[in-house]
């Protein structure tokens, strides 16, 4: 008995050990958990730059492939968001499918709303066509888009499809120049356009298939203050500090709008106007080092007048 006594104490004192150690451990793994996160947290503070061979990448494997890549037709229009797309200068040279598969009773309907139609190119696109080709490049459909453009194109309803008679193109080549990764895996390209060499910024979303286009942006450049006041439609404008570090600046005075860059605390920006509790900004050129000025919104709050 004495014995068996002396074991179930041992037992208990080693239960009160193993207890112990499991709480330590336990205790241990939380706090490293914890350091992991915060290192994870301290890794993925945005913008993140492309590399290199992202950048080529875009350039090479994403834009300009050939020249009816309809990557870059989701250029030719300044959106803030996909339902602002402009339909007529997206689907300006048609899409692959209906083009080429048009009758002679069409060319009959639509020579009666343009003499030129048997002699120019005919450019179909059937609504379903369209329908999802905005699912697929912008994840919106074509009802839930402003239509905008849409009016240039001639419409047969026995056809269900929109037709244009033309003789040009509107493709144009872009050089990405440089790119940021931001939450929400989207990504902004700074680009410039090959025919007139403007400045924009283009916004994608990664998705499981690919890339969704968010937004397409101008930069644009302030050439003096009497230009300020003109963008602004003020007789005059105020100045601004940032006061707070990465401040993400975006093409709409929403805060769901696209973030197209980002400025750090003390940079000093021109206010060219108010909307929606945000500043519409200018920021100086000796900030950016790109030659031009960039507009966009920022929230009130984070600017001190």
């Keep these: 008995m004495e014995r068996y006594c002396k074991a179930k104490a ?60 309809r990557n870059n037709m989701l250029l030719t229009s300044e959106y803030a968001k996909p339902e602002e797309i402009d339909l007529f200068q997206t689907f300006y040279n048609g899409i692959s499918g209906e083009t080429e598969n048009i ?45 905008k453009g849409l009016e240039n194109f001639y419409y047969l309803e026995q056809y269900d499809s929109f037709y244009l008679v033309k003789g040009d193109t509107n493709f144009d080549w872009c ?17 410039k356009k090959e025919s007139d060499n403007s400045k924009w910024i283009v916004t994608l979303r990664k998705i499981d298939s690919g890339f969704q286009f968010v937004s397409n942006a101008r930069c644009m ?41 980002a400025i750090n605390k003390d940079i000093k920006v021109k206010i060219l106007a108010e909307e929606n509790g945000f500043y519409k900004i200018g920021v100086s050129v000796k900030n950016r080092g790109n030659g031009e000025d960039l507009i966009g919104f920022v929230k009130k709050e984070l600017i001190t007048l």
Excluded at 15 to 38: D, H
Excluded at 113 to 132: H, R
Excluded at 175 to 191: A, H, K, Q
């Design 10 to 69: 041992i037992l208990k004192k080693q239960s009160r050990w193993v207890a112990l150690g499991l709480i330590l451990t336990i205790l241990i793994n939380i706090c490293l958990l914890q350091k992991v996160y915060a290192k994870d947290i301290r890794q993925e503070l945005y913008p993140i730059p492309l590399s290199e061979e992202e950048i080529q990448m875009f350039h090479e494997g994403f834009f300009n492939i050939t020249t009816d890549n």
């Design 103 to 147: 009758t002679e009773d069409e060319i009959a309907l639509l020579t009666t709303l343009d003499s030129q139609a048997p002699y120019l190119d005919i450019v179909k696109i059937t609504v379903a066509e369209m329908d999802t080709f905005l699912q697929e490049k912008l994840g919106v459909t074509l009802e839930s888009t402003q239509k």
């Design 175 to 191: 050089v990405i120049t440089s790119g940021n990764w931001w939450p929400d895996r989207t990504v902004s390209l700074e680009y």
């Design 221 to 261: 450049k302030i050439e003096s203050d009497k230009e300020i006041a003109t963008q602004s439609d003020e007789s005059e404008y105020k100045t601004g500090i940032i006061n707070t570090n990465k401040v993400r600046v975006r093409n709409a005075a929403d805060a769901d709008a696209t973030v197209i860059f």
